[in-house]
Nanobody
Framework: QVHLVESGGGLVQAGGSLRLSCAASGRTFSSYAMGWFRQAAGKEREFVAAISWSGGNTYYSDSVNGRFTISRDNAKNTVYLQMNALKPEDTAVYYC?????????????????WGQGTQVTVSS
């Protein structure tokens, strides 16, 4: 069982930056690949970024590639999402998730545990 708690969301102007954190409980955190998804109002939850259990492989959606960076600290049981050059279309609730699956980390159904989400609002 993995319990995930996101933090770091807030209101920021376009062009600004935020760093989201996701703290995980449990001693098996390093066994899980981790992902970030987001859900804007009236839209489906979509993939943002993912990182392998070791941190050696990272994956990004086309819409955030080059602006967002996912990282993890297994000693702290925490995964991060550094978001730069934010745009109004990045406004959404951001969720972190844990997956025991190695492949296909862009697929929402491959994740076993989810956090409660943190709101990110980007003003124009």
């Amino acid at each position: 069982q993995v319990h995930l708690v996101e933090s770091g969301g807030g209101l920021v102007q376009a062009g600004g930056s935020l760093r989201l954190s996701c703290a995980a409980s449990g001693r098996t955190f390093s066994s899980y690949a981790m992902g970030w998804f987001r859900q804007a109002a009236g839209k489906e939850r979509e993939f943002v970024a993912a990182i392998s259990w070791s941190g050696g492989n990272t994956y990004y959606s086309d819409s955030v590639n080059g602006r967002f960076t996912i990282s993890r600290d297994n000693a702290k049981n925490t995964v991060y999402l550094q978001m730069n050059a934010l745009k109004p279309e990045d406004t959404a609730v951001y969720y972190c998730a844990a997956s025991i699956v190695i492949d296909n980390l862009r697929i929402r159904d491959n994740y076993d545990y989810w956090g409660q989400g943190t709101q990110v609002t980007v003003s124009s």
